[in-house]
């Protein structure tokens, strides 16, 4: 007889393994288009040198070094393998079965898989017309039993953003024994001055985590590292339910490199976005609907199209992210990856109207 797995877990979706097919254009992850800079790739090598040691438990230097950088005290950063452990983390700190957790939806997959194999049960609040979020409704979602809401900024898989008065509102009226989670796993990317950085607004509530990390905007998502600002108390909660020496000593040393590269993260980020905004009046010229992205990727909500298109990008070479009959996020790659995507898009439109006249 098979040994019994928890009975509860064979209802939990399966994450979605993105596609890294050989030789294709693989928007589908939100990956940045460059490798690190050779600085970085040359910081892990001389790291891996010493590999037979254990990294720093607590990550001391990073965090030394991004306390000075963000202007706040040390006490006030844990850092973690990739951000989602950090958001797993906190809801293992936070909550106990029969507690709940409020989030968006559609929004980051992790959070109700987290909650619900932690036995905390998810309020998925929908999206606004807009594909935003719906700061209201999710007030009004938070019961007695909330621990955790979680405010992805910019949204995953939309790349709408809330800006600073909806927020300010929102945060006034949330109890403040309820932790909010703002997740700016995209905040590098947000050119819009109304969409505010989280960090000051956790040095002043003590229920605010803000979660970064260095996979996105960085260019290190296949390494794994990123961290959480907050109040010390939410901080030492989140770093007591980690796993020891999570973060080994080839992230820690490959994210204090990249923060030495601030002025070419910031050129690299410059030209995502000036592509981000191309592809988009792109995609609105071939008569697509799309919301205006915040992030490093553009949300299509073609409904029960999504599986179609991408599997009609598939057969041309590149890779985009279908969600069930919501809709496609198309990650925004190089000028070279994105006009191939271009060129699948138009392709599927023309095809589309050839088959309605036929
Ligand atoms: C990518 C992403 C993260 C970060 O992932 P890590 O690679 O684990 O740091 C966190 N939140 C959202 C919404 C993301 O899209």
Known sequence: MPVPVRADLAELPDYIIPSQVPGAILLNSNEAPLPPPPSVVEAITRAAAEGHRYPMWFSDALVSRLAERLGVP?????????????????????????????????????????????????????????????????????????????????NNPTGT??????????????????????????????????????????????????????????????????????????????????????????????????????????????????????????????????PPSQANFLWLPLGERSAEFSGHCADHGVMVRAFASDGVRVTVGSPEENNAFLRAAQSFATARRIRQVL
């Open 74 to 154: 040390e006490p006030w950063i844990t850092v973690g393998c990739g951000s989602v452990s950090l958001c797993q983390q906190l809801i293992q700190a936070f909550c106990a079965p029969g507690d709940e957790v409020v989030c968006a939806w559609r929004s980051f997959e992790a959070y109700p898989v987290f909650a619900s194999v932690a036995g905390v049960a998810v309020r998925a609040v929908p999206l606004d017309a807009e594909h935003r979020h719906d700061l209201d409704a999710m007030l009004a979602a938070i019961t007695p039993a909330t621990r955790v809401v979680f405010v992805c900024n910019p």
């Open 161 to 290: 953003a809330v800006g600073s008065d909806a927020l300010l509102r929102f945060l006034d009226k949330v109890p403040s024994d309820v932790l909010v989670i703002l997740d700016e796993a995209y905040g590098e990317f947000v050119t819009d001055p109304d969409v505010p950085d989280g960090i000051p607004l956790a040095l002043e509530h003590e229920n605010i985590a803000v979660l970064r990390t260095f996979s996105k905007a960085y260019g290190l998502a296949g390494v794994r590292i990123g961290y959480c600002v907050a109040a010390p108390p939410v901080t030492a909660a989140a770093a007591k339910v980690g796993v020891p020496f999570a973060v080994s000593r080839l992230a820690q040393a490959a994210a204090l490199a990249a923060l030495a590269h601030g002025d070419e993260v910031r050129q690299r980020c410059e030209v995502v976005v000036r592509e981000r905004e191309r592809v988009h009046a792109a995609l609105l010229a071939t008569g697509h609907q799309l």
